[in-house]
């Protein structure tokens, strides 16, 4: 099933050629030769949700990811997926740096729909403005320091910074630090979820709108054209700009993420956090372990 975002079909084409390895250039590369194995559209839902869908593999070969392994996992996704960048050849250390990205992105993403406020407290980060108080004593300006206006210097204002290599400017918000405390899970998912819409703002997604072939049957090739239904569809440009669009639907439809398996699912009921009872099982029968030999 093909997925819409603002009522449109959205569709990228992907290609997954025959690649050769080689090493050059104090880097490792995957480079297409002539022959496709397999294509597929990365927003049909089979594609990308549930079980090794493609933003699961992201999150998982970025947790798994090691000196010793990260090459021979650069050869499996590729080979799986295709190249994220739109280029004859696909530089492993590129590759990884855009896994970095994306899997950041979507772990947060995660902690904000699991309501996990401990991870949240690590990246976002809050400072109280503290208001200067002055006041005018024969014509001159006096910054009052005593403890009768100290609480009145507490301004209704904070500071929202976001930590991390990803860039997304400081937000000033009018709430103060006691009212955001007393939300502070609401508050911090809305912070959250500012940050990935302010990162997704600034890309530069190269998009094109297709209007939708029309297919003439022969045998009545007079239809009148009201009868035609022409579905026009946007078209994305190139893998990467994809998974980001991927990941502004998943925030559009404000789907979950498995906390066992990293899967996008759509929740029955707002409590859940795992995208099946075999997943909810896994995590208890972990957890037991966990406990008994501990």
Not at 138 to 151: D, F, H, K, M, P
Not at 221 to 245: A, F, G, H, N, R
Request: some cysteine; aromatic content about 10%.
């Amino acid at each position: 099933m093909e997925k819409r975002i603002l009522g449109l079909k959205v569709r990228y084409i992907q290609n997954v050629y025959n690649i050769t390895f080689i090493e050059e250039e104090n880097d490792f590369f995957a480079i297409k030769i002539k022959g496709i194995n397999r294509t597929y559209n990365i927003f049909y839902e089979e594609t990308w949700m549930g079980q090794r869908g493609l933003l699961q593999e992201i999150l998982s070969v970025h947790k798994m990811r090691t000196t010793s392994n990260e090459k021979s996992l650069f050869k499996k996704f590729v080979l799986k997926w295709g190249f994220i960048s739109n280029l004859e050849k696909q530089s492993m250390s590129e590759f990884w740096n855009e896994i970095n990205i994306l899997a950041l992105l979507l772990s947060r993403y995660s902690q904000i729909m699991n309501k996990d406020l401990h991870s949240l407290r690590k990246w976002i980060l809050i400072k109280e403005v503290r208001k200067e108080v002055y006041e005018e004593i024969n014509g001159v300006q006096y910054r009052i320091e005593n403890a009768e206006t100290l609480s009145a210097k507490r301004g209704a204002r904070t500071i929202v910074s976001f930590s991390g290599n990803i860039r997304c400017g400081v937000i000033e918000t009018k709430s103060s630090l006691n009212d955001i405390q007393q939300n502070e899970l609401a508050s911090y998912q809305l912070l959250g979820f500012t940050f990935l819409t302010e990162v997704l703002y600034d890309l530069n997604i190269p998009t094109l709108i297709r209007p939708g072939r029309i297919n003439i049957n022969q045998r009545n090739s007079y239809t009148p054209i009201q009868e035609i239904k022409v579905d026009p569809y946007l078209e994305i440009k190139d893998m990467c700009s994809s998974i980001y669009v991927l990941l502004l639907m998943l925030i559009t439809k404000k789907q979950s993420v498995c906390k066992s398996c990293d899967a996008p699912f759509t929740p029955k009921r707002a409590n859940n956090i795992y995208c099946s009872t075999t997943c909810s099982n896994y995590v208890k029968k972990r957890n037991y372990r966990e406990r008994k030999y501990r």
